[in-house]
T-cell receptor, first 112, second 114 residues
């Protein structure tokens, strides 16, 4: 079962603009991770944020986590055409057999 | 280090057949997890193996099984294939656990069941 819901499902912006994707989840988590997937290929890990962290940066990526609202956001600044991909959040629940539990993903298109 | 490799990359089978997919994790990684990705259900966890033992299992029928060898390579098997088993099957490895660590994914095996 999917724990996360991502918003929006699809996002199209111009190159150079910032892209923000949101993720909500249902249960208490150990950590939350963001992955990128290009055209139905393998997933590439972008960033991991632990439940006791509120914000994390990696290059042009900024991730926030609000455990009280059970939500996270991924911000990509100064977007590039190569950022075109699907982005997934994945949570690691504290309880239950489910391990990485993925959201449905956001399809991001960067227009040159 | 070489990344996670999966074979075959593409596969076409017919209903009722069985299939075996293979995954070689990153050298030194002991945890291997399998995921199924479909347009309708998204990415779903199948199972995780660690030191040749299944440590966790998702909500899939018994037709889906797997195993891990002493060199950490893993195989998953799907018996009595159904049309709905058409999917991208992804394998991921990590050093110890798939709970708190980064998962490194392979390119996937795309299975089409006719």
């Amino acid at each position: 079962s999917q724990q996360g819901e991502e918003d929006p499902q699809a996002l199209s912006i111009q190159e150079g603009e910032n892209a923000t994707m949101n993720c909500s989840y249902k249960t208490s988590i150990n950590n939350l991770q963001w992955y990128r997937q290009n055209s139905g290929r393998g997933l590439v890990h972008l960033i991991l944020i632990r439940s006791n962290e509120r914000e994390k940066h990696s290059g042009r990526l900024r991730v926030t986590l609000d455990t009280s609202k059970k939500s996270s956001s991924l911000l990509i600044t100064a977007s590039r055409a190569a950022d075109t991909a699907s982005y997934f959040c994945a949570t690691v629940p504290i309880q239950g057999a489910q391990k990485l539990v993925f959201g449905q993903g956001t399809r991001l298109t960067i227009n040159p | 280090k070489a990344g996670v490799t999966q074979t075959p990359r593409y596969l076409i089978k017919t209903r009722g057949q069985q299939v075996t997919l293979s995954c070689s994790p990153i050298s030194g990684h002991r945890s291997v997890s399998w995921y199924q990705q479909t347009p309708g259900q998204g990415l779903q966890f199948l199972f995780e193996y660690f030191s040749e033992t299944q440590r966790n299992k998702g909500n899939f029928p018994g037709r889906f099984s797997g195993r891990q060898f002493s060199n950490s390579r893993s195989e998953m098997n799907v018996s009595t294939l159904e049309l709905g088993d058409s999917a991208l099957y992804l394998c991921a490895s990590s050093l110890v656990s798939n709970r708190g660590e980064t998962q490194y994914f392979g390119p996937g095996t795309r299975l089409l069941v006719l």
